[in-house]
Nanobody
Framework: VQLQASGGGLVQAGDSLRLSCAHSGRTFVSYDMGWFRQAPGQERKFVAA????????NYADSVKGRFTISRDTAKNTVYLQMNSLKPEDTAVYYCAANYRNYISATTTLWDYWGQGTLVTVSS
């Protein structure tokens, strides 16, 4: 499984940005998909996830109401729509996949990772 994240960039506070994560292979529907982020000097943290079973979602409290995770199974792609961006959202964003059928905020419980895409939000 290879994950290719894209869509990062430099934006101003209040702007929107959409990240994409392309999943290689024919088994996209066999994985739960998630987004994490890592700010400079900090640990990688959970942002959002979407279940393969029913498309239900989970979000970190810090992004609830602003970010939306979605997927397009025809394109083997998961998205993260980020609205009302804040400077504290600045980080490298990573997409991840797991086959455990269990959504966790713990990075070690995710099996595959993309290379990361940088989001910078200026004030």
């Amino acid at each position: 499984v290879q994950l290719q994240a894209s869509g990062g960039g430099l934006v101003q506070a209040g702007d929107s940005l959409r990240l994409s994560c392309a999943h290689s292979g024919r088994t996209f529907v066999s994985y739960d998909m998630g987004w994490f982020r890592q700010a400079p000097g900090q640990e990688r943290k959970f942002v959002a996830a979407i279940r393969r079973s029913d498309g239900s979602t989970n979000y970190a409290d810090s992004v609830k109401g602003r970010f939306t995770i979605s997927r397009d199974t025809a394109k083997n792609t998961v998205y993260l729509q980020m609205n009302s961006l804040k400077p504290e959202d600045t980080a490298v964003y990573y997409c991840a996949a797991n086959y455990r059928n269990y959504i966790s905020a713990t990075t070690t419980l995710w099996d595959y990772w993309g290379q990361g895409t940088l989001v910078t939000v200026s004030s």
